[in-house]
């Protein structure tokens, strides 16, 4: 069956260290690939998509994703985090023609 | 641009009564999405509009949702009778062109809760 996971429910980092958050995809074919975060009371934001080529992708507020077809993975990281990176963080895949599909999303804190 | 607007920010209701969540998409966009976020189901597509036509309702839940888009620049989600069950927070989003590919821009989103 298809679906988006994100293994980690609730991660916490202190301020300043790094940070991975996990996704991975199970369909036939490479989907397209998104991560989007969500701010207490808001709304989504699109941080980065990924769609082909490079498979390392830049994003907003430093964020950088990595596309491993292989491990069927679409991992964010950010090399050193804020107080204000605090916030849900959803994996997003579309297959062409369809629509999104979320993932369970990640809530990340932030220790100071 | 003022973003997608969403309006009411908050809204309690009776089980039974009658709730209409609008949404205003960004000026120019043609598509646009309306979610329903629980804790339990997550992040769900109810229903998608191109160019104000429904393409897509297969995530309504029930005959008790409705959406309709009147123009390019209004929507609304309408449930009745509303349940207790119902209670979740209501995403609309919109893009440009609706396709696989194109960035979809989120309101602030509207908070039911059905007593």
């Known amino acids: 069956a298809q679906s988006v996971t994100q293994p980690d429910i609730h991660i916490t980092v202190s301020e300043g260290a790094s940070l991975e958050l996990r996704c991975n995809y199970s369909y036939g074919a490479t989907p397209y690939l998104f991560w989007y975060v969500q701010s207490p009371g808001q709304g989504l934001q699109l941080l980065l998509k990924y769609f082909s080529g490079d498979t390392l992708v830049q994003g907003i507020k430093g964020f950088e994703a990595e596309f491993k077809r292989s491990q069927s993975s679409f991992n964010l990281r950010k090399p050193s985090v804020h107080w204000s990176d605090a916030a849900e963080y959803f994996c997003?895949?579309?297959?062409?023609?369809?629509?999104?599909?979320f993932g369970p999303g990640t809530r990340l804190s932030v220790l100071p | 641009d003022a973003g997608v607007i969403q309006s009411p920010r908050h809204e309690v209701t009776e089980m039974g009564q009658e709730v209409t969540l609008r949404c205003k998409p960004i000026s120019g966009h043609n598509s646009l999405f309306w979610y329903r976020q629980t804790m339990m189901r997550g992040l769900e597509l109810l229903i998608y509009f191109n160019n104000n036509v429904p393409i897509d309702d297969s995530g309504m839940p029930e005959d008790r949702f409705s959406a309709k888009m009147p123009n390019a620049s209004f929507s609304t989600l309408k449930i009745q009778p509303s349940e207790p069950r119902d209670s979740a927070v209501y995403f609309c989003?919109?893009?440009?062109?609706?396709?696989?590919?194109?960035?979809?821009?989120f309101g602030p989103g509207t908070r039911l809760t059905v007593l």
């Open positions: 997003a895949v579309a297959l062409y023609g369809q629509n999104f599909v």
């Open positions: 989003a919109s893009s440009l062109v609706g396709g696989s590919t194109d960035t979809q821009y």
